[in-house]
């Protein structure tokens, strides 16, 4: 078990579809978090949760609504998406906020047509 | 204007010898460094950190080292097997100074080690 798991692996959908990413920790972390990995760019932070509470928004677009229903679980709920948000998912979680050895999930491939 | 800089996409080294990643970072702020490593298909895997009260850590095969003058920091891995190859990044954190959980990361050098 690798701990942090995200489903599904890869996603294509359509730029008027809905869709949820999900993301599940077995670790008894407190912290989640969302980046994004387009091509040729470093991973960008998106959102981070401690204690199921949203701490930052790291400036993304109102198309990505992110979910922590407890401290395992996230979800970033998806929802008219544009081909250049096409990149890699990423979540990770981490025991605590500022403990910054975060681990991963294995990502959601994401493409939008 | 990226604060964490990885100025080498990728890198070749023979199987045995040493490999040197580089990174460099603008802010200093920063207080802790971070290694990943990612091969294909997986998420992002820890590897190994160092805090700026330190220039060096050590584990195992792999020693990161940081110069807080210059800004730049380093990971060796001696000696270099053909299961390092992968896509190492440098992230970086300003834990008391910048935004909580805030990893910086560089875009990554790629490794192969040729047996």
């Known amino acids: 078990e690798t701990g942090v798991t995200q489903t599904p692996r890869h996603l294509v959908m359509g730029m008027t579809n809905k869709k949820s990413l999900k993301c599940e920790q077995h670790?008894?972390?407190?912290?989640m978090y969302w980046y994004k990995q387009s091509a040729k760019k470093p991973l960008e932070l998106m959102f981070v949760?401690?204690?199921?509470?949203?701490?930052e928004n790291n400036s993304v677009p109102s198309r990505f609504s992110p979910e922590c229903p407890n401290s395992s679980h996230l979800f970033l709920h998806l929802h008219t998406l544009q081909p250049e948000d096409s990149a890699l998912y990423l979540c990770?979680?981490?025991?605590?906020?500022?403990?910054?050895?975060?681990?991963f999930g294995q990502g959601t491939r994401l493409t939008v047509v | 204007d990226q604060q964490v800089k990885q100025n080498s996409p990728s890198l070749s080294v023979q199987e045995g010898r040493i490999s040197i990643l580089n990174c460099d970072y603008t802010n200093s702020m920063f207080d802790y460094f971070l290694w990943y490593k990612k091969y294909p298909a997986e998420g992002p895997t820890f590897l190994i950190s160092?805090?700026?009260?330190?220039d060096k850590n050590e584990d195992g095969r792999f020693t990161v080292f940081l110069n807080k003058s210059a800004k730049h920091l380093s990971l060796h891995i001696v000696p270099s097997q053909p299961g390092d190859s992968a896509v190492y990044f440098c992230?970086?954190?300003?834990?008391?100074?910048?935004?909580?959980?805030?990893?910086?990361f560089g875009k990554g050098t790629k490794l192969s080690v040729k047996p």
């Open positions: 992230a970086a954190s300003a834990r008391y100074g910048g935004s909580q959980g805030n990893l910086i």
């Open positions: 160092i805090s700026s009260i330190k």
């Open positions: 990770a979680s981490s025991p605590r906020v500022m403990n910054t050895e975060a681990f």
């Open positions: 670790l008894g972390h407190n912290a």
């Open positions: 949760y401690n204690f199921k509470e949203q701490t």
